[in-house]
């Protein structure tokens, strides 16, 4: 049996950065002598020797996204991630570098066109659970990806101060007292600022989930909706305003897993097979000390 790590690319490669350039300038952080910055590379690189080492994937995927405004979310809704700044030019510059990098070393790496990172890491981790090829790792911070977790599939979550963290299916049931796929329906009522997903407005935390457990899903709550229960009165009338902007929302949280790209996909195109000598080779080239 095999073992697949998916890895949210810039996930990590973001965090990396954004950890380690909090209160400088650009001018203040690392890069070689040609003038490339390094200092969220060396922790994305790090990290996944760390996690190469800890888990010894027979197969690896570094999933990355495509341009915002070239994902097939817009189509559905103008304005979705609209509210998010520019990346800073360091980042993106450090993302270039580590596909060049990748592709040197051999290290497997992927965008799908109208695709994000994410309906990536869904198709794979679907397609590899139907196979029967084994355990598949999901190494993301991202919990919109909780949706994919299954008895095959668990993911990879960094706790600050406690370290990573492999949440699974059954942590998942425990702590929310649903099933994954349902995630999405708790979603799409709560929307999502950081992807300007509008949700129902006055619906949170406290009627979300809770209505999730009852009802079992956006469309059982709006069947039931002339005898929602009382403790839900408050909100009935919000959710009835709301009901277009939550079938919206749960289109755009709900994560592909059957990208038509990938069909013909087969996973001996990501099994690892790392040379050493050119990895070192090439992180000497950018004065990169990971250990490996």
Known sequence: ???????????????????????????????????????????????????????????????????????????????????????????IQQYETAVNLFRATGIPQMSVEGFEADDVIGTLSDKWTKEGHGDCYIYSNDRDLLQLLNPNVSQIIAIRKEGDRVYSEEHFKTEYRITPDQWVDVKALLGDKSDNIPGVAGVGDKAALPLIQQYGSIQGVYENIDELDSKFNRYR??????????????????????IPELDRYTFNECKLALDYTQMKSEFD???????M
Not at 59 to 83: C, I, M, P, Q, S
Not at 285 to 291: A, E, F, K, N, S
């Open 1 to 91: 049996m095999g073992r697949l790590i998916l890895i949210d690319g810039f996930n990590l490669l973001s965090r990396g950065y954004f950890a380690t350039a909090y209160g400088k300038s650009e001018e203040q952080l690392s890069k070689t002598p040609e003038g490339l910055y390094t200092n969220a590379l060396r922790v994305k690189l790090q990290k996944m020797m760390l996690l190469i080492n800890e888990y010894e994937p027979t197969h690896l995927v570094v999933t990355w996204d495509v341009k915002r405004n070239e994902v097939k979310r817009k189509a559905l809704f103008e304005d979705y991630k609209g509210t998010r700044e520019d990346l800073p030019a360091p980042l």
């Open 237 to 258: 009338k919000k959710l009835i305003e709301g009901e277009e902007l939550a079938k919206l929302s749960l289109e755009l949280v709900t994560i592909e897993c059957a």
């Open 285 to 291: 080239r950018l004065g990169l000390r990971v250990r």
